[in-house]
């Protein structure tokens, strides 16, 4: 296993990798990723890509590293249930948020930046995503912008509250719905600044709460997908979903790839940019804990 020390002498972004096998199709997904990279590191912060390459935990991927899992069409996607089964069986994968969190914890890195957490299904409240549960069990800033807008978004927030997990909007009072700035749900307090997020990571760990914090960022407002042509173009693609049986692990990419083709290519532009601008926010919150 490689790891970044308990206590890094400088700020340091964990990102997930699971965007890269199986959130965008090659060569899109090293070029984003890379994207990704320089954008932690304009802010003046260290990226630290989390995956698994040939049953051993990777924290921080080179560029040959990257590229390698980037063209590996046999790599899993690895969520805390896998995490166990690909280590022993030596495989490769992309890790989910909930994998990254718990390896990120365990490198001792407060800062996870990632595009949209998993949430509630709709249609399916039996089907929860990993990702409410390690939010409600490791205590990472995870930033966000907001649940995938596929997703029971109200669902979704009322398992956070049942998770502690306390929701924070970044510029924002409303929870943002991925895609589209706006949702009509109430974040539970709203921050103006990577310093206030510090302040409350820091109340949390003297509290001695082992919750995660969830910064809601909304998508940058020029290449926001405005809510009704987004809730439209899902509504569409969940009706397909269930036309063909697709459910399980398959569900999440059918629905995604679905809204690309539906919007002609506008939710993969808002999908970029939100990634990009999480990133950002991230290197500033990793800045202002490093100050504390």
Sequence with gaps: MTANPTHPTRPVVALESALITHGFAPPDNLHIARRIQEAVREEGAEPATIAILDGAVRIGLDDEELARLAADRSARKVSLRDLPIVLA??????????????LAHRAGLPVFATGGIGGVHRGHPEDVSADLTALGSLPIVVVCAGAKAILDLPRTLETLETNGVPVVGYGSDEFPAFYSRRSGLR??????????????????TALGLRTAILVAVPVPEADELPAEEAEAAIAQAVAEAEQAGVSGKHLTPFLLARLVELTA?????????????NARVAARIARALMQF
Excluded: K
Aim: net charge positive.
């Design 265 to 277: 290519g506008r939710a993969r532009r808002a999908n970029e940019s939100l990634l990009l601008n």
């Design 187 to 204: 974040c539970d307090v709203r921050v103006e600044t990577p310093e206030e997020v510090a302040q409350l990571a820091r109340a949390r």
């Design 89 to 102: 069986q030596g495989g490769s994968g992309g890790t989910t948020v909930a994998a990254t969190m718990h």
